[in-house]
């Protein structure tokens, strides 16, 4: 077993359990499992996460454990999800021989921790019994098996698997079948098909106490290992253990075609987008900021939007909240040597949050366009362009927003609830291509 590299930053492998969304963009589900209490630990769990595929069906070169959404590998999130549980305490990923340096860098660049990596076989079950052989001489008491391409799994399912694993032997995630399951005959008609209600889909993740599953492999045959595919079934047929079935939540699907992959990505920004912080440079709430912030909160009613003040005191910029928040909007972050701008994000970026997700930063800038032309103050802000090039490179999507600060009661309104718009759209779609863009309100 080879450990995989351990170092920055640190919210990936932050363990969140029994605190609901903590260091991750996924809200951790609070531990409600079949007869566990909440906060309650399984005892020693790990687990095996075969990542050897060549992703035949996603029609594209690259595994699709390693395609890319949001610029970061597929399994990268599927670590993380596992990472947050504190009571996992080794995760084995199985890969190929040639895949191995690129699973090193992921672990490397990312932070992954607990992370150890085995050689993956030429199936699914020869990549399993790897992980399970890598985990062999420090037994657990439970192992979890969860596919790599799964990034959405909750602590709440891996809880309710372990714990009927622990008191049944072996337990998996099920759902309701989506379609009709038919068997057509050997010239192509149907022969029959099964009753919908009374069938469900086999989903991961699974968990066996270890020696079931353990034993189950190594009695395995060839055939079994070439074209099986149910490791509850393995653990059935040469451990003589029934196994519970625990239904799952919906979000256990699996990314398996190349349409997946944009459904994933909606996904990930729909869980990102939900907090807005809104950066200002005064307490004062008569401030535009505070104006903006309670229009954000009435716009934006799903959305939790809090705020945090520059710091002018000292040297650096005043601690911001930043778990779960990849969206900053910068009210009247003005000087002209940008020194506030750049210092928040100097500190943003030094935060790691942009190494996993794209933050969006929308600098405001309000003035009252009755009493300055606008073309100049459009032209004062160019600047902001060229910086958003550079923050681009560093996952950093900066854009400006001109908003009509007006005398006149309607006509504040009505821009403020306007720009309201434009920050929803830009948080929402987290565009590169937007990137750099000037808008007015």
Known sequence: MEPGPLSRPAEPGICVSGSPGAGSAFPASLPSGVGAEPGSRPGTVAAVLPAGGCGERMGVRTPKQFCRVLERPLISYTLQALERVCWIKDIVVAVTAENMEAMRSIIQRYGHKRISLAEAGATRHRSIFNG???????????????????????????????????????AGAIRPLVSTVISPSADGCLEHSLDRAKHRASEMPQAFLFD?????????????????????????????????????????????????????????????????????????????????????????????????????????????????????ICVNVVSPDFHETQKFLSTLEESGLSLLYPVVVVLVHCCDLTLAPLAPKMESLMWIRSLAEDMKKRNILLSGLLLNYSEDEQKLQESFQQGASIIAALVKDRSPALAGQLLLA
């Open 212 to 328: 079931v599953i353990y034993k189950a492999y190594q009695q395995c045959s060839d055939y079994d290992f070439e074209f099986g595919t149910e490791c509850l079934q393995l653990a059935l047929k040469y451990s003589h253990t029934k196994a519970k079935l625990v239904e799952g939540p919906p979000d256990l699907w699996k990314v398996t075609y190349k349409r997946d992959l944009h459904a994933a990505e909606s996904v990930i920004k729909e869980k990102i987008s939900q907090e807005i912080c809104v950066v200002m440079n005064t307490k004062d709430e008569e401030s535009a900021g505070h104006l903006l912030k309670e229009v954000l909160k009435k716009e934006l009613n799903c959305v939790n939007v809090t705020s945090t003040v520059l710091d002018h005191t000292g040297s650096d910029v005043q601690k911001f909240p930043t778990d779960q928040c990849y969206s900053f």
């Open 132 to 170: 399970l052989k890598a985990l062999a001489e420090d037994q657990p008491d439970v192992v979890i098996i969860h596919d790599a391409v799964r990034p959405f799994v909750e602590e709440d399912i891996l809880l309710r698997v372990v714990t009927a694993a622990k008191e049944h032997g072996a």
